[in-house]
């Protein structure tokens, strides 16, 4: 199952703290972020479910967002580019 929105950000924001990465990527991200909604998938939780304290969260990181995060990680920033190109377009 996909991580929670909010710890697809932290990853992201630990790999761009990381020595080695270009200024360019945290210029990418900010441009991605203007477009937050192709970053993000709402899933539907069943509301007659039993609430526990480990709930997922009903916002998950879209397979484009997640795909983004993985070149990252990778360091192919010319795949973080294209990725961009397609969430920002």
Same mark, same amino acid.
């Given at each position: 199952?996909?991580?929670?929105? *909010?710890?697809?950000?932290?990853?992201?924001?630990?790999?761009l703290r990381q020595n080695g990465s270009p200024g360019d990527a945290?210029? +990418? %991200?900010?441009?991605?972020?203007?477009?937050?909604?192709?970053?993000?998938?709402?899933?539907?939780?069943?509301? *007659?479910?039993?609430?526990?304290?480990d709930g997922e969260s009903a916002f998950q990181p879209s397979d484009?967002?997640?795909?983004?995060? +993985? %070149?990252?990680?990778?360091?192919?920033?010319?795949?973080?580019?294209?990725?961009?190109?397609?969430?920002?377009?």
């Amino acid at each position: 199952m996909a991580a929670p929105f *909010s710890d697809a950000l932290e990853e992201l924001a630990l790999l761009l703290r990381q020595n080695g990465s270009p200024g360019d990527a945290v210029d +990418s %991200a900010l441009r991605v972020f203007e477009h937050i909604d192709k970053c993000i998938v709402t899933k539907l939780q069943n509301m *007659s479910a039993q609430i526990t304290d480990d709930g997922e969260s009903a916002f998950q990181p879209s397979d484009l967002f997640s795909h983004y995060i +993985s %070149a990252v990680r990778a360091r192919d920033w010319p795949l973080v580019s294209v990725i961009e190109h397609k969430i920002c377009s």
